[in-house]
């Protein structure tokens, strides 16, 4: 090899760069690039870092507003939720401080039902969530770093709709919303209420790139003949929202290069019927 000085940008590592990094099965090779000579240290920690997190905060139809923090440890292959964060907290472009409590396995949330200050707020000032981790055991290194990550909620009023149902069961379909520029998030339940279609599902600590790959951009997705496989009743929940991914400069070094933060607004229910 003539030299092995690289040059990496981080406008150039952005959290789409990053999927496409990991379906072309470069991701892994990144530590490497970096070598001794060169590179940035904040994208050697993001690189090196297991601690991944995404946080979601949402405006439902009803005007309710939720945020959702996941926190998971990946290391060597292994996935491990992580339930030894502290002092999770959401501080809302208001400034005021929103507390984020353990629910379940790896998940610290709050809703504005229970705290009135979490209140959706559009353009301008930044929403920022952060936390600490000491768990050297799951953290590693990263244990004791900077643990934040910022973002901007969209103005715009959603609009979405199917611009083509499934006729019948195992009949594909397709959805359209704007702005087209902000990322979809889509989930489909059946009559019972599970969750059949999901193209962002935080309730498994699977972190292997499928998340951010699976994430609907560009104001139009097709769906797949096994979304609605079935006949019967079925829910479906969108919302269409901003999101900071892997390098962006939104998200401190101490994150690894899979986590993120989105903030968006979601539309009311849609139900649809499907025949056999």
């Not at 990496?8 to 590592?13: F, Q």
Request: charged share 25%; hydrophobic share 40%; glycine share 10%.
């Amino acid at each position: 090899m003539a030299s092995t000085q690289t040059t990496l940008r981080l406008p150039v590592l952005s959290g789409r760069r990053v999927r496409q990094l990991v379906g072309m099965g470069l991701f892994a090779a990144l530590p490497a690039m970096m070598g001794a000579e060169g590179g940035c240290t904040l994208l050697q920690g993001t690189l090196e870092s297991p601690v991944q997190a995404i946080t979601i905060v949402r405006e439902h139809a009803d005007g309710a507003v939720d945020v959702d923090l996941m926190v998971v440890s990946v290391n060597e292959g292994e996935q491990q939720w992580i339930d030894t964060v502290q002092n999770a907290e959401l501080r809302t472009p208001d400034g005021e401080i929103v507390p984020l409590t353990q629910e379940e396995d790896g998940h610290y949330r709050a809703h504005s039902d229970d705290v009135p200050a979490l209140v959706y707020a559009p353009g301008g000032v930044n929403y920022r969530v952060t936390f600490d981790l000491e768990d050297e055991e799951l953290a590693g290194d990263a244990a004791g770093e900077d643990f934040i990550a910022v973002v901007s909620a969209p103005d715009a009023e959603i609009e979405f709709e199917f611009t083509k149902t499934p006729d019948f069961a195992g009949d594909t379909s397709t959805i359209e919303w704007s702005p087209r520029t902000l990322d979809g998030l889509l989930e489909v339940r059946n009559a019972d209420g599970e969750l059949v279609f999901s193209t962002f599902n935080l309730r498994t600590p699977e972190f292997d790139g499928s998340k951010w790959a699976s994430l609907i951009h560009g104001g139009r997705q097709d769906l797949p003949v096994d979304v609605f496989a079935d006949a019967g009743t079925y829910t479906i929940s969108f919302c269409a929202v901003q999101s900071q991914e892997g390098f962006d400069e939104e998200l401190s070094s101490g994150l690894g290069a899979l986590s993120g933060f989105l903030a968006g607004r979601c539309v009311e229910d849609v139900v649809l019927e499907v025949i056999e």
